[in-house]
């Protein structure tokens, strides 16, 4: 795979989780929960509340 392949992948895949999250986020906020993001360099922390 050439290197501006293997850079569109990882944007799609980016793009991909902001979207995941954002879907997420709609459906946790539809039930009177909340969602609540720690993002720490390439690691992040997902906390539901419901």
Do not use: C, P, Q, Y
């Amino acid at each position: 795979m050439s290197g501006l392949n293997v850079l569109k992948v990882g944007i799609l895949r980016d793009k991909l989780k902001t979207l995941d999250l954002a879907i997420a986020k709609s459906i946790i906020d539809l039930h009177g929960g909340e969602l609540n993001i720690e993002i720490d360099g390439d690691l992040f922390k997902v906390t539901i509340a419901l």
